[in-house]
């Protein structure tokens, strides 16, 4: 008598799974999903509430009275929250649950501050979330896969070069404060290089990740050293000299600096190679040498950050020290909300926008706000390390990189960490072409996030099917 096998009874496929074929299979959703996404429901609440508490205190503390559209206001903020919130369950189930309460947050702080620095563009800020919402909404709809940009990557350089170079384009190109950054295309006017940095972020990815391994190979000598192949760098090189260029050209250093940040740390986690770092920190110290010689502008703010006592009746030196005496009024805690005085400011609910909330909000303020960009920098490295896609890696790595040396880049400025530079805080600050940019960057990672989750969610569908 032969001993049995205890083998246990597979389900039968249904219909559906016979109709479909054993490849074509559909892993059943789980409940990690719905539960990030209830969460996020409730964060986003929060938002709305302390968005419009804040808008109150705000009005009390200029004119002490309640604002007469606190109605419609609410509802309006409300009916936008919940509609990124359905379009990430729809479509992202299973991304994470943070970025869009942070980011959220950030933008109903920006426009509670631009509301009371200058109301006259209260509406317009209210008009450029609306449109950066549905340009969310629209990236999630329209891109179903984000590797798939790998495909366009030099297309994306020849978008982001384009895009740089439009304010040269006589007729187009707008000169405002010293700077030609501006496009203006009848009654529209913003900033191309917002955009052009998601586009040579892709690029930057595509391209370093088909040339990884030959980047990180030593086959030639340089003097003493052994450096890769100079023909495999030309045209990351390229995208990079020319965007340096054009931002040089054009008197915006700040985002020279964004742009230079973004191509060596993208650089240095593809090859995983420290003597790039090594080697970029000296090319960034020839160049910043080179422009400080050779540009008034740049020497002026270098002066004005070293010693802004030497002229403190000079534009640069006057508003580093006003920054200084607005931050230290707020004190710890702040002086409220609407409560303190207002400063002489040039750009001040953009470029200046982070003193005020130092001054209203105080050191715990600006320290939340600072803490909100560390979350959203941190939640962008998790999701470039659960990627299972290189080209998803790096591009996650890229944006969130972007995100956090934008926002550390002004807020340095403007507390004399490093001298002063013209580019606006994410989320926060009073600009169109920032806000739309910002809000694309938070759903490519979204995006990323839900396909990283998809292959762990089958696996646990498939050991549960294998245990039963």
């Known amino acids: 008598m032969s001993p049995r096998?205890?083998?246990?009874?597979?389900?039968?496929?249904?219909?559906?799974?016979?109709?479909?074929?054993?490849?074509?299979?559909?892993?059943?959703?789980?409940?990690?999903?719905?539960?990030?996404?209830?969460?996020?429901?409730?964060?986003?609440?929060?938002?709305?509430?302390?968005?419009?508490?804040?808008?109150?205190?705000?009005?009390?503390?200029?004119?002490?009275?309640?604002?007469?559209?606190?109605?419609?206001?609410?509802?309006?903020?409300?009916?936008?929250?919940?509609?990124?919130?359905?379009?990430?369950?729809?479509?992202?189930?299973?991304?994470?649950?943070?970025?869009?309460?942070?980011?959220?947050?950030?933008?109903?702080?920006?426009?509670?501050?631009?509301a009371r620095l200058n109301p006259n563009l209260a509406g317009?800020?209210?008009?450029?979330?609306?449109?950066?919402?549905?340009?969310?909404?629209?990236?999630?709809?329209?891109?179903?896969?984000?590797?798939?940009?790998?495909?366009?990557?030099?297309?994306?350089?020849?978008?982001?070069?384009?895009?740089?170079?439009?304010?040269?384009?006589?007729?187009?190109?707008?000169?405002?404060?010293?700077?030609?950054?501006?496009?203006?295309?009848?009654?529209?006017?913003?900033?191309?290089g917002e955009f052009a940095k998601v586009a040579l972020a892709v690029f930057f990815a595509g391209y370093l990740v088909e040339k990884r391994e030959l980047l990180a190979m030593r086959t030639r000598r340089l003097g003493p050293l052994m450096v890769p192949d100079p023909k495999h760098f030309g045209p990351v090189l390229l995208a990079w000299g020319v965007s340096l260029m054009v931002m040089v050209r054009q008197t915006d250093l700040g985002s020279s600096l964004l742009f230079f940040a973004l191509f060596l740390v993208m650089l240095?986690?593809?090859?995983?190679?420290?003597?790039?770092?090594?080697?970029?920190?000296?090319?960034?110290?020839?160049?910043?040498?080179?422009?400080?010689?050779?540009?008034?502008?740049?020497?002026?703010?270098?002066?004005?950050?070293?010693?802004?006592?030497?002229?403190?009746?000079?534009?640069?030196?006057?508003?580093?020290?006003?920054?200084?005496?607005?931050?230290?009024?707020?004190?710890?805690?702040?002086?409220?909300?609407?409560?303190?005085?207002s400063f002489r400011f040039f750009a001040k609910e953009s470029d200046f926008i982070f003193v005020f909330i130092g001054q209203d909000l105080g050191l715990l303020g600006a320290t939340a706000v600072m803490l909100c960009y560390v979350l959203i920098v941190g939640s962008g490295l998790r999701i470039a390390i659960r990627a299972d896609n290189n080209f998803d890696k790096l591009l996650a790595t890229g944006l969130s990189s972007l995100v956090g040396f934008q926002a550390f880049i002004i807020m340095a400025g403007v507390t004399r960490l490093l001298p002063l530079t013209g580019i606006t805080l994410p989320f926060v600050s009073y600009g169109g072409s920032s806000l739309v940019s910002s809000y694309v960057i938070i759903a490519i990672l979204l995006r990323i996030s839900h396909e990283s989750a998809q292959p762990s969610a089958s696996r646990r569908v498939v050991g549960a099917g294998a245990s039963a």
């Open 268 to 341: 240095w986690v593809a090859t995983e190679r420290p003597s790039y770092v090594a080697m970029g920190m000296v090319m960034f110290g020839v160049g910043a040498y080179v422009a400080f010689r050779s540009f008034g502008h740049v020497r002026g703010r270098v002066d004005a950050w070293l010693d802004p006592y030497k002229d403190p009746t000079g534009t640069c030196c006057q508003q580093i020290l006003q920054s200084g005496f607005a931050m230290a009024d707020g004190g710890i805690a702040g002086t409220g909300l609407g409560a303190s005085g």
């Open 124 to 192: 317009f800020q209210a008009l450029w979330s609306g449109v950066g919402m549905l340009a969310f909404v629209g990236v999630l709809i329209f891109l179903p896969r984000v590797r798939d940009l790998a495909n366009y990557r030099y297309i994306a350089m020849v978008v982001g070069l384009g895009l740089l170079m439009m304010p040269m384009i006589p007729g187009l190109g707008i000169d405002q404060n010293g700077s030609e950054i501006w496009v203006s295309l009848g009654p529209l006017r913003f900033q191309p």
């Open 5 to 114: 096998r205890n083998v246990s009874a597979a389900p039968a496929p249904s219909d559906a799974v016979r109709r479909r074929g054993p490849g074509r299979r559909r892993a059943p959703t789980s409940g990690q999903g719905s539960g990030r996404r209830n969460t996020e429901l409730g964060l986003l609440v929060m938002v709305v509430l302390v968005t419009a508490g804040a808008y109150v205190l705000a009005a009390l503390g200029q004119g002490a009275y309640v604002p007469a559209n606190i109605g419609p206001f609410l509802l309006v903020l409300l009916a936008a929250i919940l509609a990124t919130n359905l379009a990430t369950r729809r479509f992202v189930p299973d991304a994470d649950g943070m970025l869009l309460p942070i980011a959220a947050l950030l933008n109903g702080i920006g426009y509670v501050m631009i």
